[in-house]
């Protein structure tokens, strides 16, 4: 197998076969060096059923079900400041990751007059409804 990697990393074979070839033994490499088996990169596979929320991040995700609206207007629909979001972004993001998708899919952000106007991924809905009960 002959191949070449170029300055910026990238990693170019003379055949799909023979890049198909590289990827797997790195992807073996990889993992045999993580002790994982699942190697690394590899996202978790989504758990069969999403951990139900509690607390601040349930509570705004119920106002963004509700209707789409600025974190500004979330927190004073919750009774909470904004202020004390960032906490709660970072175990939204961890849920996000658990449940087998990334956050920034999760919230759409739209850019508004006041602040972006955040709302739930359409594609997410269902997944966010059941974690929200």
Request: charge should be positive; aromatic fraction near 6%; hydrophobic fraction near 35%.
């Amino acid at each position: 197998m002959s191949y070449k990697v170029n300055l910026d990393g990238s990693i170019e074979c003379a055949t799909a076969q023979e890049a198909l070839n590289l990827q797997t033994l790195i992807r073996q490499r990889t993992a045999h060096s993580n002790g994982n088996g699942n190697g690394a990169g590899q996202p978790k596979p989504a758990r069969a059923e999403p951990r139900v929320l509690s607390g601040l991040g349930c509570e705004f995700l119920r106002a963004l079900l509700e209707r789409p609206q600025t974190a500004k207007e979330a927190a004073e629909q919750i009774g909470s400041k904004v202020g004390s979001f960032p906490p709660m972004y970072r175990g939204l993001r961890k849920w996000a990751k658990d449940t087998g998708f990334d956050y920034d899919q999760l919230i759409v952000r739209t850019p508004g007059t006041h602040g972006d106007v955040l709302s739930i991924n359409a594609g997410l809905r269902s997944i966010v409804e059941g974690a929200v009960k």
